[in-house]
């Protein structure tokens, strides 16, 4: 919700890349806290993790912000939820990391029910031409596939190293950060323009709850869990917007709250009978 406003006033690039080194700074603040200066990682663990950041957030997020505007926010979200599968078929191919049957059933309710949610919103008035669709399209692929394989990166890199994963989400996000800094050179050079306190004071918040927080409990997801599952929990936050936007005074349909019963039951089939 809040980078939602916060794109109004900001560019996307600018945006990523502030949230970025903000929620680095913080990353390293927790670090030096806990006391976990000197990890032991192998160094095949810590190219994957390089490029699970590059891939993921450089290339990824990147893919997804050309979706979304070509596509708009409702069509984006969709083209995201392709994900989950493509990450469980990529963790199948690369890591032989198989799944029975109720855990497949289990991310396709899942999937469904969040789609549910997300077509049915208002359709974006932004998009002009139809040429941006195939474009869209497009990205929003490459966007999909690209969270998949550096979510599968990422848990291959934790299968050979005891590294934790607060030191994963640091060198993940600084190596997503840094591959975006020769591009924004080349698109911007040095003629951005610091934001009102208000505005930094919001992306901060933002950066703290939705990249700190959130790279953080991700790698703790794929660490922890096939990171099909995990990749179809991540996918939910959708859902997570209805109960917000219903406390803002906006109207909450039947259709939108069917798409959160399927999801919430696919996620239950999920834990308990995979």
């Not at 949610?117 to 139809?130: A, C, L």
Request: net charge positive; with cysteine; proline share 4%.
């Amino acid at each position: 919700m809040l980078y939602g406003r916060l794109g109004q006033t900001m560019a996307p690039v600018q945006l990523n890349l502030t949230k970025g080194v903000i929620a680095i700074a913080l990353l390293s603040l927790t670090i030096f806290i806990s006391g976990d200066l000197f990890p032991v990682f192998s160094p095949v663990s810590l190219c994957l993790l390089l490029l699970s950041g590059v891939l993921g957030i450089g290339v990824g997020d990147t893919a997804f912000f050309v979706a979304l505007n070509c596509l708009g926010a409702r069509r984006a979200l969709l083209m995201e939820t392709l994900a989950p599968p493509m990450t469980a078929v990529t963790a199948l191919i690369f890591l032989q990391e198989r799944l029975n049957a109720s855990a497949w059933c289990g991310i396709l309710l899942t999937v469904i029910g969040v789609a549910w949610v997300v077509t049915e919103r208002v359709p974006d008035t932004s998009i002009q031409t139809p040429t941006n669709i195939s474009r869209g399209i497009a990205f929003g692929l490459l966007a999909a596939f690209a969270l998949a394989l550096a979510a599968v990166m990422a848990r291959a890199a934790f299968a050979h190293t005891t590294i934790s994963p607060l030191w994963a989400a640091l060198l993940r996000l600084s190596a997503g950060v840094f591959s975006l800094l020769p591009w924004i050179r080349w698109r911007h050079g040095s003629g951005w323009r610091l934001p009102s306190k208000r505005v930094m004071a919001t992306v901060f918040f933002a950066a703290f709850c939705g990249t700190y927080l959130g790279v953080w409990l991700q790698q703790t997801a794929i660490k922890l869990t096939a990171v099909g599952i995990a990749s179809t929990l991540l996918q939910t936050s959708p859902l997570f917007i209805l109960p917000i936007a219903l406390w803002m005074g906006e109207k909450i349909s039947w259709r939108a709250i069917a798409g959160v019963i399927i999801a919430i039951a696919g996620v239950g089939v999920l834990f308990y009978l995979r």
